[in-house]
């Protein structure tokens, strides 16, 4: 057996999210019928990142163990050879069978994507929330300030995320506006690990602070309060993206293709 280590992009729109479901289609089980199509002896993939249905990816990272031998330009080509047009390897390297990239995660790095327009956008509709109502995006810079460092996200998570653990690290949030087109405005979070919606949830507050729904001030007190009652909305899943994952490779780790 040899563990191979896979980057996979792809647009969320018609999957229902990465773990797989009874009946549903899903990036995790779409990616798995890839693999066995060339390895039926193979297992996993073992997926670093749960995202929801219409969550976007550019850099999902998922481990599989294989007892074909092939280079890592190979699993590339001959993978994508059998994944529909909405989902790719975009890049794949050899590592120790067994490799976990869950538990090796060390940062993510995800992007939400707003389009400040008052009509709608069908190029856009499918990557961006649409913001319909005047924004005062200084505002959203400063409050996403409060974002930064480590703070117990209790308040910036879903019902049905029940983990007693909940002090997160963020290490950085940008925000910023495209230079080819001033609707566009990404907002960049870096962080060690996420609660259940929490980027979501960061989001919908940020914007409702912005159009004036909710005071200056309201990350921080949500985050002393620890309520869900004192953040704003969730905002929907299509503007989100998971952009890339860090991980602590193995030593053992061979050259990534491409590079």
């Not at 990142?49 to 990272?61: I, N, P």
Request: with cysteine.
């Amino acid at each position: 057996m040899i563990g191979v280590l896979v980057q996979v992009a792809y647009d969320g729109t018609l999957f229902s999210g990465w773990a797989a479901q009874k009946e549903a289609r899903t990036v995790e089980e779409t990616l798995r019928g890839a693999i066995l199509a060339v390895d039926p002896r193979a297992t996993g993939p073992r997926g670093t990142s749960r995202t929801d249905a219409g969550v976007h990816a550019d850099g999902q990272l998922a481990a599989f163990d294989a007892t074909i031998e092939m280079p890592p330009r190979g699993w590339v080509l001959t993978l994508n050879q059998h994944l529909p047009e909405d989902a790719a390897v975009r890049a794949a390297q050899l590592v120790p069978t067994g490799f976990a990239p869950r538990f090796a995660s060390k940062k993510k790095r995800y992007r939400y994507d707003l389009l400040l327009d008052k009509v709608r956008d069908p190029i856009l509709c499918n990557r961006t929330w649409r913001i319909g109502y005047d924004m005062d995006m200084g505002a959203v810079t400063r409050e996403a300030q409060a974002i930064v460092g480590t703070h117990d996200f209790a308040a910036f998570r879903a019902a049905a995320d029940e983990r007693s653990e909940t002090v997160r690290t963020m290490e950085a949030v940008t925000v910023r506006v495209a230079s080819d087109d001033p609707r566009r405005v990404s907002i960049f979070i870096d962080g060690s690990a996420f609660l259940y919606n929490m980027v979501r949830i960061l989001v919908g507050t940020l914007v409702d602070v912005g159009r004036g729904h909710l005071p200056e001030g309201t990350i921080a007190r949500a985050l002393d309060g620890r309520s869900r009652a004192l953040a704003g909305q969730t905002a929907p899943p299509q503007g989100l993206t998971l952009v890339s994952i860090d991980v602590a490779l193995p030593a053992e780790a061979g050259e990534r293709w491409p590079r």
